[in-house]
């Protein structure tokens, strides 16, 4: 199953690269009528930020899940636990803004 989702999330990245390529590739050749690269950077950055919000808060949740086992397997842990877990979930939110800023940047363009 984490197989799948790995090849799905992967292949879904590979389309949204693929989409700012083509709108940023078709720019110079269009230049008389841009509502083309504006559509292609439009749904590029839709399509890249709902994948990266998809992967953060299944990143999330599945951390959090681990660490509540852990901690049900052993209370006294988790004062150890406490801090790794916050760091991880603020690095995993950090990319999500970071590529939600990416996506703003790219709707700028539009």
């Known amino acids: 199953m984490l197989r799948k ?3 799905v999330f992967l292949l879904a990245g590979a389309l ?3 989409l700012v390529s083509l709108g940023l590739a078709s720019e110079e050749a269009e230049a008389d009528t841009g509502h083309s690269v504006k559509m292609w950077l439009a749904l590029a950055s839709g399509f890249g ?3 990266v919000a998809a992967g953060g808060a299944y990143s999330q949740g599945k951390a959090l899940t681990a660490a509540m086992e852990g901690i049900a ?6 004062e150890q636990m406490f801090i790794p877990l916050v ?3 603020v690095f995993i939110e950090s990319l999500v803004i970071y590529a939600l800023v990416l996506a703003l940047i790219l709707q700028g363009k539009i």
């Open 73 to 78: 397997r052993n209370p006294g842990a988790r």
């Open 49 to 51: 930020f709902s994948i």
């Open 5 to 7: 989702m790995v090849v």
């Open 16 to 18: 949204s690269l693929a």
């Open 87 to 89: 760091l991880g979930l």
